[in-house]
């Protein structure tokens, strides 16, 4: 990461909601001086099938060396605006800027060495081992006909070790269970060995256990390697525990932006999710949600 | 997916002197001591297996292409025994003279010209057995092989590219467009047919390119190819089926049928020529981008966010497909079956690993091809019938028995 930021605060007195930008002028301060890994301006997403915009903001911020979680109704776009920052989807207005640098202007290794990206849903042919998916990770740092060098190895086996995943190693990946093979994709995306790492609701149709080991890794990897994340969730309590920085999304646009504890409040329930619940800002282990029922 | 169910028993059996984690007791923490070792041998012991299978399907495709090949060099008009045939394949009088075989593989103007180089004897006295073995009956293995492998290779690629293990060769209109040029030139322009092995090889190649074409909407997607693929078919099949009412006798159209089914009749040093350094060059390339290959089954948004250009590499394993198909069909017509069956044997035994699977196609390719031309040239002798009526006659049961033996046939 480079310190060319020096605008970055200025630009963010742009930002959409006023505390959102105290919040994250502080949150900034209490790391170092980088403002954000990656920023969007002025985006407008759309699909070929559409014709009017899927989602529209102004300022998206994902500051660097934190977890923000992008949340949501089904719907709002968050999907859509993680795609357009991993460089997957191109704007029809705006940018994004990874490092002070138009997305666009990446080529596709070098930004894949920059930027990993877990979709939604991925499917590992027939007999490919966890071992075999994880070294497909090194793809971005290979050279089209390249051997796999020391480097790849090391990374390989880091990955596999932060995911948690030794013992599955030479398993196929067809024979996991979703909550293991959700691992051995992200060991995949953790051996791209990236700094910025985006994740397409990895905890989704998980088994309890598995969400916390996939977010647990996630944190890890976040407080150890200060990696940046940006993670879609589908489950607001889960983005109230675990993220540093909150990104509500309503109807394709930026609904609220900052810390779980000035975000996630029983008005944002109500108008971004139709849901009446009651919120505990003060849980030690970040607001905790009690859903009661839907808005009628 | 295509797990075979020696596959499974032996990943268990492997297991059982390790730490073996039931499928749900992912303990966030092993005993760290000893359980990396014990991950490493199991990995040795994987590779070594897997490594054994695919040893052994390529010394299995050899020796069916040496009996394969042993049997059609010995039985004819001339006929000798087996013996006597494996004499003449390995007849000293041949492989001490570099000049002879240079003129068999390189053609009198190359393999003259490097033997007048190097003083080697072009003109050497051959027994009669060797000489109808040498130059008759060899160069017809020689190019089944050559056809086999170029095909099987063909359909792994294709597989892989429309993610589809239904694909074949010829999915995306090459053997629509390589009949119609075929027809093309046996009807209206027969003036031509010398040209014509290189005219179904082009018109292959351009159905192809047309394919892609209709394909592309800011990018292709598997399913578009295919879908444009049976569009470009059913026209240039009508089109080709329709020539055959302006043939005007009956050899043209034995021919035509010949062209169209696959025949290896008749084939010759000069096919081998023809054939030999686009099939080297197709194999190369197809096995250096076999982890290419791999990246693209992970599907393509996975191998986007990886940093693959994928239109880039999708086109450019099509174009490696295509050469290889084009080297087949110009040598030996449109051989049916072959490269939609060898890929899946090869995926059965060897796993879907193409860094394996483009190996093994390489070998399997040449034994199917090379049996069935046995076939082709001796079960009905003195008829020889195509050899792509013999694939197709193998390939349609083999195909039954994978349907019913295997549920999720077709995802890749």
């Known amino acids: 990461m480079s310190g060319t930021h020096s605008d970055a605060d200025t630009d963010e007195a742009n930002g959409a909601s006023a505390d959102a930008n105290g919040a994250s002028a502080d949150a900034n301060g209490a790391t170092d001086g980088d403002a954000d890994a990656l920023h969007a301006e002025d985006l407008a997403l759309g699909y070929p099938s559409t014709d009017e915009p899927v989602v529209e903001t102004d300022r998206v911020d994902v500051p660097a060396g934190e977890v923000t979680a992008l949340v949501g109704p089904n719907g709002s776009g968050k999907s859509t605006l993680l795609k357009a920052m991993a460089k997957q989807l191109d704007p029809d207005a705006g940018r994004v800027v990874l490092d002070g640098e138009n997305v666009a202007n990446y080529g596709t290794k070098e930004f894949a060495r920059e930027v990993g990206l877990l979709s939604q849903e991925n499917d590992a042919p027939g007999s490919a081992t966890v071992e075999d998916l994880v070294y497909h990770g090194r793809y971005p740092h290979r050279s089209f006909f390249g051997a796999v060098t020391g480097a790849d190895d090391a990374a390989v086996d880091r990955a596999i070790d932060l995911a948690g995943i030794d013992h599955l190693r030479d398993a196929p990946v067809s024979d996991l269970s979703g909550g293991q093979k959700q691992l051995a994709w992200i060991a995949m995306t953790l051996a791209q060995d990236t700094d910025v790492l985006l994740l397409d609701e990895p905890t989704t149709y998980l088994d309890l256990h598995h969400q916390l080991r996939v977010m647990e890794v996630v944190r890890e990897l976040n407080e150890e390697a200060d990696v940046t994340v940006a993670v879609v969730l589908h489950d607001i309590a889960q983005a109230a525990r675990f993220a540093d920085n909150i990104i509500a999304m309503r109807d394709g646009e930026v609904y609220d932006w900052g810390p779980p504890r000035t975000v996630v409040t029983e008005a944002l329930l109500a108008d971004v999710f139709d849901v009446v619940a009651s919120v505990d800002a003060d849980a030690p282990d970040g607001p905790t949600v009690h859903p009661h029922h839907p808005v009628r | ?412």
């Open chain 2, 1 to 412: 997916m295509s797990e075979s169910p020696s596959e499974a028993s032996g990943s268990s059996s492997d297991a059982s002197g390790g730490p073996r984690a039931s499928p749900d007791a992912t303990a966030p923490t092993d005993p760290a001591g000893g359980s990396g070792t014990a991950a490493r041998d199991r990995l040795a012991s994987l590779t070594a297996r897997i490594d054994g299978t695919l040893a052994s399907v390529v010394f299995a495709s050899l020796a069916v292409v040496g009996v394969g090949g042993l049997i059609q060099v010995s039985f004819g008009t001339y006929s000798m025994t087996v013996f006597e045939a494996w004499r003449a394949v390995v007849d000293p009088a041949v492989w001490s003279h570099p000049g002879l075989l240079g003129e068999f593989f390189l053609g009198e103007t190359l393999g003259g010209l490097l033997a007048a180089q190097f003083g080697w004897a072009t003109e050497v006295e051959l027994a009669h057995p060797t000489l109808i073995v040498w130059t008759v009956r060899l160069p017809r293995v020689l190019v089944a092989v050559l056809v086999g492998a170029n095909l099987a290779i063909s359909g792994a690629i294709f597989q892989a590219v429309t993610r589809n293990e239904l694909a074949s060769p010829y999915i995306l209109g090459v053997s629509s467009g390589a009949g119609l040029a075929i027809l093309l030139t046996l009807v209206v322009f027969s003036g031509m047919s010398a040209f014509l092995p290189i005219f179904a090889a082009l018109g292959g190649t351009v159905a192809f390119l047309i394919v892609y074409a209709i394909a592309w909407k800011g990018g292709t997607s598997p399913v578009r190819l295919v879908l444009a693929g049976v569009i470009v078919g059913t026209v240039f099949q009508s089109l080709q089926t329709g020539l055959f009412f302006f043939a005007d006798d009956l050899g043209v159209v034995q021919s035509a049928i010949a062209w169209t089914t696959g025949s290896l009749t008749g084939t010759d040093w000069e096919q081998v020529r023809l054939a030999l350094p686009w099939t080297v060059i197709a194999l190369g390339f197809a096995l250096a981008g076999s982890r290419q290959l791999n990246v693209l089954l992970l599907g393509e948004r996975t191998a986007r966010s990886l940093g693959m250009s994928v239109e880039r590499v999708r086109f450019a394993l099509s174009g490696v497909a295509i050469l290889a198909a084009a080297a087949a069909i110009a040598v030996a017509g449109i051989v049916g079956f072959v490269g939609l069956i060898v890929p899946h044997v090869v995926r059965t035994l060897v796993g879907s690993d193409y860094r394996r699977l483009v190996v093994g196609c390489a070998f399997v390719g040449p034994a199917l091809l090379v049996g069935a031309d046995v076939g082709a040239r001796l079960a009905m002798d003195p008829v020889q019938i195509p050899v792509g009526i013999v694939t197709g006659l193998v390939g349609g049961p083999y195909f039954l028995y994978l349907m019913r033996r295997q549920d999720d046939l077709g995802d890749l």
